[in-house]
């Protein structure tokens, strides 16, 4: 899939698309029913399924301490969205500037003179522009006058379903997993690059591989029970997310250890699929405290994934 960073990396073989326009957090099976509808109006006008997103999100820029955790990185987002048969990811850098860009110039400039969209797939309460007086009914108007034809992502919910990125935020909050894997159409995972950190794991003889959070708030933390995709193979294990209030103050991470692996896995992305919550994250009045924790911990988690063949 093509992915264009920025505005200015839009080409002139870029111009003709049906595109929709949003958030796409998690690619949930709501999303999943508008990308089929956008994969499927894209052929019958023999042009490209294209998505358009902002970076950051915009709530992100003007109340960043308000802003939801994200499901996602934009990487997993752009491997979700390929999957799906989307052609074309274009990613928009949401800045102050182009904030205060007119609901007029949004439309011409980019959807039309840049994008020249076919065909435009948004929800009826989408707003863009300054002071977000762009809306449904003005794209639709401005469709007729530049020749696209607008459609509300309402018309490809699922029947009697509530799929919503807040929704799935609010079932990880709970530890309604199950939940969270109906609304995915997959178990919830965390996908990230291993790093080398302080070894604290395996002085404690539970040696972890970490990866940084990339985000401002995680949408889940405690310690959970967990699958681990490597590029060697699938394996079992225990996972802490969150913060480390006994070691290392309020550092978003995770930290997983993996069952009866000795494997180098330093540098490699691995993917973290969450299957049980344990327990909250605790802080320990010492070390030995955490290391029975620890053991505890994953003989829970053994237990909980004992069901599960590999």
Same mark, same amino acid.
């Given at each position: 899939?093509?992915l264009?960073?920025?505005?200015?990396?839009?080409?002139?073989?870029?111009?003709?698309?049906?595109?929709?326009?949003?958030?796409?957090d998690g690619?949930?099976?709501?999303?999943?029913?508008?990308?089929?509808?956008?994969? &499927?109006k894209?052929? /019958? @006008? %023999?042009?490209?399924p294209?998505?358009? *997103?902002?970076?950051p999100?915009?709530?992100?820029l003007?109340?960043?301490?308000q802003?939801?955790?994200?499901?996602?990185r934009?990487?997993d987002?752009y491997s979700?969205?390929?999957?799906?048969?989307?052609?074309?990811?274009?990613?928009?850098?949401?800045?102050?500037?182009?904030a205060c860009?007119?609901?007029?110039?949004f439309?011409?400039?980019?959807?039309?003179?840049?994008?020249?969209?076919?065909?435009?797939?948004?929800g009826?309460?989408?707003?863009?522009?300054k002071?977000r007086?762009?809306?449904?009914?003005m794209?639709s108007?401005?469709?007729?006058?530049f020749g696209?034809?607008?459609?509300?992502?309402?018309?490809?919910k699922?029947?009697?379903?509530?799929?919503?990125s807040? &929704?799935?935020?609010? /079932? @990880? %909050?709970?530890?309604?997993?199950?939940? *969270?894997?109906?609304?995915?159409?997959?178990?919830?995972?965390?996908?990230?690059k291993?790093?080398?950190?302080?070894?604290?794991?395996?002085?404690?003889?539970?040696?972890?591989?970490?990866v940084?959070?990339?985000?401002?708030?995680?949408?889940?933390?405690?310690v959970?029970?967990?699958?681990?995709?490597?590029n060697?193979?699938?394996?079992?294990?225990?996972?802490?997310?969150?913060?480390?209030?006994?070691?290392?103050?309020?550092?978003?991470?995770?930290?997983?250890?993996?069952?009866?692996?000795?494997?180098?896995?330093?540098?490699?992305c691995i993917?973290?699929?969450i299957?049980k919550?344990?327990?909250q994250?605790?802080?320990?009045?010492?070390?030995d405290?955490?290391?029975?924790q620890?053991?505890?911990?994953?003989? %829970?988690?053994k237990?909980?994934?004992?069901?599960?063949?590999?």
């Amino acid at each position: 899939m093509q992915l264009v960073r920025g505005i200015h990396n839009i080409q002139p073989q870029d111009h003709g698309c049906v595109l929709t326009i949003g958030n796409f957090d998690g690619v949930h099976k709501g999303h999943q029913r508008v990308i089929a509808a956008l994969v &499927a109006k894209a052929k /019958a @006008l %023999q042009c490209v399924p294209a998505v358009l *997103v902002f970076e950051p999100q915009p709530q992100e820029l003007f109340a960043p301490e308000q802003a939801p955790a994200r499901l996602c990185r934009l990487r997993d987002k752009y491997s979700l969205l390929a999957e799906l048969g989307v052609e074309r990811l274009i990613c928009v850098n949401f800045t102050r500037k182009f904030a205060c860009q007119s609901a007029e110039q949004f439309i011409k400039e980019l959807l039309v003179e840049k994008l020249g969209i076919k065909h435009l797939i948004v929800g009826d309460d989408f707003h863009f522009g300054k002071n977000r007086t762009g809306d449904f009914a003005m794209l639709s108007a401005a469709g007729k006058t530049f020749g696209f034809a607008v459609t509300d992502t309402a018309s490809y919910k699922l029947a009697s379903c509530r799929i919503s990125s807040t &929704a799935i935020r609010q /079932a @990880l %909050q709970d530890d309604h997993l199950t939940e *969270v894997e109906n609304m995915l159409g997959r178990a919830y995972s965390i996908i990230g690059k291993v790093f080398h950190g302080d070894k604290r794991g395996r002085q404690l003889g539970f040696p972890t591989a970490n990866v940084l959070l990339k985000r401002r708030n995680s949408p889940l933390s405690g310690v959970f029970a967990v699958m681990v995709n490597t590029n060697i193979g699938v394996f079992k294990g225990v996972a802490n997310i969150g913060a480390r209030p006994t070691v290392a103050g309020v550092r978003q991470q995770l930290e997983v250890h993996i069952f009866d692996f000795n494997d180098d896995l330093y540098g490699q992305c691995i993917e973290v699929v969450i299957h049980k919550k344990l327990r909250q994250v605790m802080k320990f009045n010492d070390l030995d405290a955490l290391q029975a924790q620890i053991k505890l911990d994953s003989e %829970q988690a053994k237990l909980a994934l004992k069901q599960i063949v590999i």
